[in-house]
T-cell receptor, first 115, second 113 residues
Framework: GAGVSQTPSNKVTEKGKYVELRCDPI?????LYWYRQSLGQGPEFLIY????????DSGLPNDRFFAVRPEGSVSTLKIQRTERGDSAVYLC?????????????FGEGSRLTVL | GNSVTQMEGPVTLSEEAFLTINCTYT??????LFWYVQYPGEGLQLLLK?????DKGSNKGFEATYRKETTSFHLEKGSVQVSDSAVYFC????????????FGTGTLLAVQP
C-alpha cells in the first residue's frame, strides 16, 4: 500500500501475556519510529530506527518493551508480561532517511487493551 | 527538558468562525515547530511547520508563526469549515539529525454547520 500499515488495528489481551505489534512503513523510508498515545495525551516517543539499527531507544519505558527491524523495512514492537498500564494506541511512523524535516508519516495505530 | 503545552479542548465553533489554538513550548536551542492533524479514522499528518524564528507556516488556510520572544506557535484559521473537525497537535523537534518529535496533548476541534 501507499501508506504506513499497522497490524493488528485492535488487540485485547490479558495481563501477563506477550504481544507483538507490526508496522510496515512506506517503501523507501529508511527511518521508522514507534510512539505510544495514551487516552487524552499526545504521542510519546518510544524508539527510532535508522535502517536495521535502533538509533535511539530512550523512550522505551522498561525492559518489557523491545522492538526489531531485521531487514530495515517491517518493524515489530514486542511487549512482554503486559500490564494494564500498557493499554494505549501504539503508533508507527516512517520518514525519508534521517533528514530533519519533521515530516513523519503515521499509520492509524494499533489499539492495545490489557485486561 | 523540551516540552509543548497547548490549550485544552474541546473547541467548538460554528462554520466560518475564526480559530485560534494556543501552543507554547520550552526548549533548549532552536527547535523546529509543527502542527499535526488527526482527522477521524485517519493517522496523524503534518499540517504545517516553521523551522526558525519569525517563520510562518501555512497550509489549507491554516497559519502559525514561530515567535521566539513568546515561545509560541499558535494555530489560526480565518474561517473554519465542518471538514476541519479533527484533533490538532503542536509538536517540536529538538534538533539533531532525527525527526524525533515531542507532542502536546492535542486539541479537539468540532465545527458545527
Amino acid at each position: 500500500g501507499a501508506g504506513v500499515s499497522q497490524t493488528p488495528s485492535n488487540k485485547v489481551t490479558e495481563k501477563g501475556k506477550y504481544v507483538e505489534l507490526r508496522c510496515d512503513p512506506i517503501s523507501g523510508h529508511t527511518a521508522l519510529y514507534w510512539y505510544r498515545q495514551s487516552l487524552g495525551q499526545g504521542p510519546e516517543f518510544l524508539i527510532y530506527f535508522q535502517g536495521t539499527g535502533a538509533a535511539d531507544d530512550s523512550g522505551l519505558p522498561n525492559d518489557r518493551f523491545f522492538a526489531v527491524r531485521p531487514e530495515g523495512s517491517v518493524s515489530t514492537l514486542k511487549i512482554q508480561r503486559t500490564e494494564r498500564g500498557d493499554s494505549a494506541v501504539y503508533l508507527c511512523a516512517s520518514s525519508l532517511g534521517d533528514t530533519n524535516t519533521g515530516e513523519l508519516f503515521f499509520g492509524e495505530g494499533s489499539r492495545l487493551t490489557v485486561l | 527538558g523540551n516540552s509543548v503545552t497547548q490549550m485544552e479542548g474541546p473547541v467548538t465553533l460554528s462554520e466560518e468562525a475564526f480559530l485560534t489554538i494556543n501552543c507554547t513550548y520550552t526548549a533548549t536551542g532552536y527547535p523546529s515547530l509543527f502542527w499535526y492533524v488527526q482527522y477521524p479514522g485517519e493517522g496523524l499528518q503534518l499540517l504545517l511547520k516553521a523551522t526558525k524564528a519569525d517563520d510562518k507556516g501555512s497550509n489549507k488556510g491554516f497559519e502559525a508563526t514561530y515567535r521566539k520572544e513568546t515561545t509560541s506557535f499558535h494555530l489560526e484559521k480565518g474561517s473554519v469549515q465542518v471538514s476541519d473537525s479533527a484533533v490538532y497537535f503542536c509538536a517540536l523537534n529538538g534538533g539533531g539529525a532525527t525527526n524525533k518529535l515531542i507532542f502536546g496533548t492535542g486539541t479537539l476541534l468540532a465545527v458545527q454547520p
